[in-house]
């Protein structure tokens, strides 16, 4: 079957990924770098990230768990400070690849993780981003917020979620995301999954993915 429907994360795919930024702030502060991931990654179906993707606890209480999390592994954080670091910047070619397979009749679908904080469905700092952000997303037949939704990647039915709004079958779909977790249950289901480590390196894996005779996005 050829692929019909390519579907996307959004943060550290359509935009840099905030991991970027949390390293930026550690380094800053001193504080050792990728501590935000270790963090985290500990107990990543209930601990404070978790929960408030889910939209489980608010943003007071996960500035105050998650300090209890960081605190417990001899790092002075609050969840506040993580949580400006949260919007990327967005990548023009990613967009411009949304249009091209628009014009080409591919569907196209969204799921992200994000938290009831900042501005729109990318968690922007201000109106003008969050109004680019809010653009972006218009391209899209389908968008899943694990915030609205209240369940996130990886559980398995967030994907099922989509291809049923989609009424569209897993081995029909390429699924892009920057974290290896949360490729391994769209693989699982069937899809095409690709790990984003970069632009070129997404674009060029998707256009391989798609068999597209003109090459890469």
């Not at 693989?187 to 970069?198: D, E, H, S, Y």
């Amino acid at each position: 079957m050829n692929k019909t429907v390519v579907i996307w994360d959004f943060g550290g795919v359509i935009t840099s990924s905030p991991f970027d930024a949390f390293n930026r702030m550690e380094e800053e502060r001193g504080i050792p770098v990728n501590s935000v991931r270790r963090i985290n990654a500990a107990d990543p179906d209930n601990n404070a990230w978790a929960k408030f993707e889910r939209s489980e606890i608010d943003a007071a209480q996960f500035d105050e768990l998650f300090a209890a999390e960081a605190r417990a592994v001899g790092v002075e954080l609050k969840g506040s400070d993580v949580l400006a670091c949260l919007s990327g910047d967005i990548r023009p070619r990613m967009v411009d690849a949304l249009d091209t397979l628009k014009t080409r009749d591919y569907g196209l679908g969204c799921i992200t993780n994000n938290v009831p904080a900042g501005k729109g469905a990318g968690m922007a700092g201000s109106e003008k981003k969050a109004a680019a952000i809010a653009d972006i997303m218009t391209r899209f037949d389908h968008i899943i917020e694990s915030s609205k939704a209240g369940v996130r990647k990886p559980d398995p039915r967030i994907y099922e979620m989509m291809c049923d709004a989609l009424s569209v079958e897993p081995r029909a779909c390429v699924y892009l995301d920057d974290l290896g977790i949360n490729c391994k249950p769209a693989a699982a289901l069937g899809m095409t999954a690709i790990k984003v480590t970069g632009e070129a390196q997404a674009l060029a894996d998707l256009s391989a993915a798609l068999e597209l005779e003109d090459g890469v996005l």
